[in-house]
């Protein structure tokens, strides 16, 4: 198989290609790699060739800047595209702050101006899969990831698959707290991007395991999730949440915390990324001793202000491996390419799974993946706190695909004002007019 990485040149795709390396199927024979910075380009590419030193075939890495060369015969297109770079997450994170609201890469009005800027980009990327790669599968790990993949699947339909790691990882934490194999169980989980709920974890004889696990509060302390949002809201919640769902639950904390930070997250990643690659560029041989540093201070100071806002403790050292998204995407292609009945949690059309959201809205549940793609699973109802932040959340992610695609200022005006984490219109207003003019 023949896979194309649109943003090649992205700090994280020495993890795409480990994993690479590691499957023993050795099923992708070529990788190309294409980015608009050739020269962060060359660095990845020095660092993938020093990663498969000593390795038996290791998978072929070609380099591309020509989107339409990079597209043409691949069979599965990656796209982990960042538009604007690390320098445009720094706006969209300190253009709210300076407004009294929160600014993060794909959640509250930082997630609504990232969208609005990468979502023409990522049109375009389909429109060209379309014609030159009409049989390809392109598998987006663009964020904010729900609201791209709903804008890409306009023209893609369902031959387009948002992917995530963070619904896996809460999967495989919580299996492991309640005592279970993580990759025996089954679960329910449904929800957006970096907004979903963990429902249920059914071991092997038919068990559910998680109302045990959300009455133990030792349990619940022995992992990221249990200890972010706390044992009594997780017992009156019934349910365990993404993560990224401390922005909502803990708005109050969390941004306390940020505002307290030396410096917002999307800042220090400018700073440690452009860091890297200039030592890089200037040290070659040692690129992939100071990627692998460089990576593991990443994932180190992940969701730092939210830990800090729970109370402050270190990240446990499995959760420090970096990738995730990586073994998903290489799961989705196996499961594809193979025609492997496997069940994974994706981004996907709704259909029925949803009834209150409409069929082409773009979702966050289990599917079962085969050569025909990945079908959404029907799911428990949900509850009405949990639908009402989904079709929340929803109504401001189609309002940011309107406002991008038409140029709509009402729209982008509409996204961002409706947005939970956004306290008012004239808020918004202003944080629109900074970020556009």
Known sequence: MRLTILGGGGFRVPLVHRALLDDPTRAV?????????????????????????????PVKVRLATDLDDALRGADFVFSAIRVGGTAGRVADERIPLSE???????????????????????????????????DAWIINFTNPAGMVTEAMAEVLGDRVIGICDSPVGLVRRAARAAGADPDAVRYDYVGLNHLGWLRSLTAGDGRDLLPGLLADPEALGSFEEGRLFGAEWLHA???????????????????ASVAESDEPRGAFLDRQQGGFFEAAAQRPEDAYGLWERTRLEREETYMAESREAGGGWQRDSCDLEGGGYDRVALALMHAIADDRRTRLILNVRNGTTVPALAPEAIIETVCEVGSDGATPLPCAPLREDQLGLMLQLKAVERATVEAAVFKDREAALRALALHPLVDSPAVAARILERATG
């Not at 190309?32 to 498969?52: H, P």
């Not at 930082?110 to 979502?119: C, E, F, M």
């Open 29 to 57: 024979t070529e990788v190309t790699l294409y980015d608009t910075d050739a020269d962060r380009l060359r660095v990845i590419a020095t660092v993938l060739e020093q990663q498969a030193a000593g390795r038996e075939k």
């Open 100 to 134: 009294g609201v929160l600014g993060q890469e794909t959640v509250g009005a930082g997630g609504v101006l990232y969208g609005l800027r990468t979502i023409p980009v990522a049109l375009r990327i389909a429109e060209r899969a379309a014609a030159l790669a009409p």
């Open 237 to 255: 919640l019934g349910a365990l949440p993404n993560e990224y769902l401390h922005y909502y639950y803990f708005r109050r904390e969390t941004l």
